[in-house]
Nanobody, 114 residues
Framework: QVQLVESGGGLVQAGGSLRLSCAAS????????VGWYRQALGKRRELVAT???????NYADSVKGRFTISRDNAKNTVYLQMNSLNPEDTAVYYC????????WGQGTQVTVSS
């Protein structure tokens, strides 16, 4: 079973940036698509960014133009560059294939203050 470990979260002011990383203990390159998900307090988990094995990108409307997903298959790592953060981006962020396949990791908390 592949373990997913997210990191890079923290507390940032509105307008700031963060870069999240997701390290997989096993290969993720065989999956067609890998994504970043987030879950705000009291809300359902939502998919915010997806990258296919061929590099095709998709974003939720709420983050389009501000977030950038990338992957390094050699390092079994997926990244999420988040710019122009706003308080609505506050959530725990997770990675997983799309659709989700592995057990969810602990995620990384992102808190954006106004």
């Amino acid at each position: 079973q592949v373990q997913l470990v997210e990191s890079g979260g923290g507390l940032v002011q509105a307008g700031g940036s963060l870069r999240l990383s997701c390290a997989a203990s096993g290969t993720i390159s065989s999956y067609n698509a890998v994504g970043w998900y987030r879950q705000a307090l009291g809300k359902r988990r939502e998919l915010v960014a997806t990258i296919s094995s061929g590099g095709r990108l998709n974003y939720a409307d709420s983050v389009k133009g501000r977030f950038t997903i990338s992957r390094d298959n050699a390092k079994n790592t997926v990244y999420l560059q988040m710019n122009s953060l706003n308080p609505e981006d506050t959530a725990v962020y997770y990675c997983n294939p799309v659709p989700p396949y592995y057990n969810w990791g602990q995620g990384t908390q992102v808190t954006v203050s106004s």
